[in-house]
């Protein structure tokens, strides 16, 4: 059941879009529309993230993947959303690149029944990372996850960042 | 104050209509504190508000038009995250040195700002940078970038090839095989090994027990369409059993060519020679060959030296030797460098016999060396070794031995029977 009282913002910004005429093109568009938030207390939600985390850092992808909701949405990766597979393609790919990937929280995020994990991961540069060659190099880079909770305590939405730039430079020694 | 979650909600509203949509970065100082913490500026050895300006300005030329999607905007304490998607079309300026591609481009923007006032004070997180190489055509993180010819590839595998054997970093070696990779040329004297990536390894693996300070150089490497040749050279201490011989703590170095076929990125076949009996040979197992050079070749060097120097012509130990040979001579303890020592010590003697002849006994090759048995004659004209010039004709022997490479004499050892000339000098008296 929808909570009336509680909304979240959604807007969409149009900027110079083609064959607009131009006060469109200046225009703002966004609106209030109601969400219908899952009821959870704050510590379960704090334990959620504690235990995805924990997961991750035993890199332990088989059981960071089945605390998604078989109908989550992977709002990561381009094209369309792959569900649980977001948790192989990036989890996986930094895996391989850097084996002893490990994560570090700067802080947990929580707002109703989304968390945001604003942390760092830490590794060494032993596998293909794009197109660099392993070179031994480790690195520390900024990263962001974010994931909604559906009513079975499950994630239902998951996002993922991290500044790959930083990476590259730091394990090809550039910057 | 923006104390309220949707207060500062209303910040980042407010910072998008007034800076954003109608691109006033110059006003951005409103919203973004001189002394932000920016963790994720996109472009580096630039001031955080700066950066942020730049990026922002490059993005607006790139994209002409651009469509932000926030789907959620949360809020805890200070902090406020905007989870959002951005859509544009990479058909404004070039970017990155790349020309417009035309294509659209939808990818997530993250961000956490934190907001303890009216202005962000810190940041971490934006766009999916390697997201938007991959939609729009931007040759980064290995996306859209210009087909590399074989022999760029080659290089690279080759590289890899040789690094990760001297690191002992074997699955990063076979990474350069394909799968399905087979070698024609087995391991010699492997009976157990067969020819398939397996195979391979396992030969790896003993060479890398046999010899675990192995180290390899690639000399050369040849790349003609899909064929390639590998020169490598190595070397290494025989600390393990090989081949069945036990180890014999001694120092090997040997010479290599691998034949691949080149496809799809990696050394799909081939074949390999390695000079195995030359490793045999260092071992002490089986007698190392008589002779490994061209013996007439090295002997009339030799020869010719003999007689330009019996004419007087100094030069000719440039001819002969290179440039850095090394002189170990029994006077002198250690090694001497250059050819201006054997120009040094021939003046000296000419000087103190005028008619100083050399004359070759015998020759005797061995491998990269060959000994000359010398017999030395000349008048006592001049002083010698502070001795005055006696107007004896006086004779001695002696024996050098140089080691060759490419033609010339790149070391040489020499022993002279200077008791017997210094006993015709008069300065050692005889005995008996």
Sequence with gaps: ?175 | MASTPEEKRAVIIEYFTTVVIPRHLDIITKFIRDDVKEHSAPIINMGAVEAVQAFLGMMFDAYPWLWYDCNHLLVDGDCLVLVSFIEGEFSGNPLFGTPPTGKKFRIPNLEVICIPENKFAEHWGGIDLPGLAYQTGLPMFGFNAPPKDNKEIVQQLANQYIDSMNKGDIDMTMDVFADSFIDHQTVPGGATLGNTKADVRKAHEMLATSFPDVQFKLEDLLVDGNQVVMRVSGNGTHKGAFFGIPPTNKHIQWTGVRLLRFEDGKFAEGTSELDQVGILQQMGIIPSPPSMIDTEGEKAVIEKLVTALNEGNLDAFDDAMTADVIFHLESNPAPLKGTKWAKMEDGMLHAAFHDFTRIIESMTVTGDRIACQMHYKGTHSGPYMGIPGTGKVLDWSGVTIDRFEDGKIVERWVNIDRFTLLQQVGLIPSFG
């Design chain 1, 1 to 175: 059941m929808a909570d009336e009282s509680k909304y979240k913002i959604f807007w969409k910004l149009t900027q110079t879009e083609p064959n607009a005429p131009f006060a469109e093109q200046r225009g703002i568009n966004y609106h209030a529309y109601p969400v219908d938030d899952y009821q959870i207390a704050r510590a379960d939600v704090q334990a959620l993230a504690n235990q995805y985390i924990a997961n991750i850092n035993a890199h332990n992808l088989d059981a960071a993947k089945a605390m998604l909701d078989d109908q989550c949405k992977e709002m990561t990766m381009p094209g369309e959303p792959v569900t649980k597979a977001g948790i192989d393609m990036t989890y996986g790919m930094l895996l391989n690149a850097f084996p002893d990937l490990n994560m570090t929280i700067i802080q947990v995020l929580i707002d109703g029944d989304m968390f945001v994990i604003n942390g760092e991961l830490h590794g060494t540069s032993q596998g293909q990372f794009y197109d660099n060659a392993p070179t031994g190099r480790s690195f520390v880079t900024y990263m962001i996850e974010i994931f909604k909770i559906t009513n079975n305590n499950k994630f239902i939405e998951r996002y993922f960042w991290y500044d790959a730039m930083k990476i590259v430079r730091a394990i090809t020694g550039t910057g």
